[in-house]
């Protein structure tokens, strides 16, 4: 580029910058936000974590509550529980529905998990709470979205609560002031590849 | 659901796992993957967080370089900076382009920021790689897409490379075994939300 399409990129960039500032100044609210991470896509649960990473690099208190993932042991697992000081870390499901077989024991977890939530979001020492996967127990009917919905309604608006999982319901999205859908647009398991440690799990 | 829904939902559920197991078991190929996460909805840079954290809980030893995020204070920055054990985290960039106004200090400051990522990339003690809003810079030109993707090709494939920023070239695209496309459906600031602390920043 030439020294005057520096300039004119300078202007532009300078012109940039003020209806930025202009559109921020009418952006006002604050309070937390109900958020989802919903689609096909690889992500919806690391995005959580590096929320959660973010919150914590501001003081807030963490709390995650894994509603599937049973007793895999994986990255996140092994993160949070060998550092029990950063956050509140609980495992609370048996594994995906197709590792239990068992419809009235998936109700039981899905139940005590959903309880256990309650707690946390109603808990004031918690600044930001991550349900990973609540979105698959709704979506199989283990439990009903209409309480979830309400419970939600009336939650303390003091604090973040990010919901991820696919197949978000319409109701819960109807809700939520965040919404991120995930798509897949290339996954290396269809050219051959295992669930890769650190990416997956 | 009846006695007979509960055993036939619990009969489905096994032959779900039968199917799972097998395709797993076709899936055998294992390397470093290069993924890239892009589109306009929120969520790409938290989610290369995010396995960050993943990553750290298998023993792997975590680089991330973060292009544009310049002088700013970010909560992922103050987690990192306060735990410097964790991973090896820089900060290249001096703001956004509309920031800076200043289109030969954006270039200067982006090639610093490359000549840093190859080695990173090349340096054996790094299993993950991260290159944070990279693709700002390519989508501006202020890198040569042609030069970062021919020393992607050639990368070493023992480890994970995750890029990350909207507007992801169609060359870096082709190469990439990993694609998200993170898309906007529902976004507070159209609802006259500020951004909001650990969520987007």
Not at 10 to 16: C, I, L, P, Q, T
Not at 20 to 44: D, F, N, S, W, Y
């Amino acid at each position: 580029m030439s020294e005057e399409d520096f300039a004119r990129h300078n202007a532009r960039m300078k012109r940039v910058a003020e209806a930025r500032a202009k559109m921020q100044a009418r952006r006002t609210l604050e309070r937390g936000l109900l958020i989802v991470h919903t689609g096909p896509g690889k992500g919806k649960s690391s995005s959580a974590f590096g929320m959660a990473i973010r919150s914590l690099g501001w003081g807030m208190k963490v709390a995650i509550l894994q509603y599937v993932k049973g007793k895999w042991e994986t990255g996140e697992r092994n993160f949070f529980e060998a550092n029990p000081d950063l956050v509140t870390f609980e495992v609370m499901g048996e594994g995906f529905t197709w590792d239990t077989q068992d419809r009235a024991r998936d109700i039981a977890a899905a139940r005590a998990a959903w309880e256990r939530s309650k707690a946390m979001i109603l808990d004031p020492a918690f600044d930001f709470v991550i349900l990973d996967e609540l979105n698959i127990v709704l979506r199989d009917d283990t439990l009903p979205i209409a309480e979830i919905v309400d419970f939600l309604k009336d939650r303390p608006l003091t604090k973040h609560v990010c919901i991820t999982g696919r197949n978000a319901k319409p109701e819960l999205l109807e809700l939520a002031d965040l919404v991120t859908e995930f798509e897949e647009v290339k996954h290396p398991y269809r050219a051959g590849f295992k669930a890769q440690k650190g990416v997956e799990y």
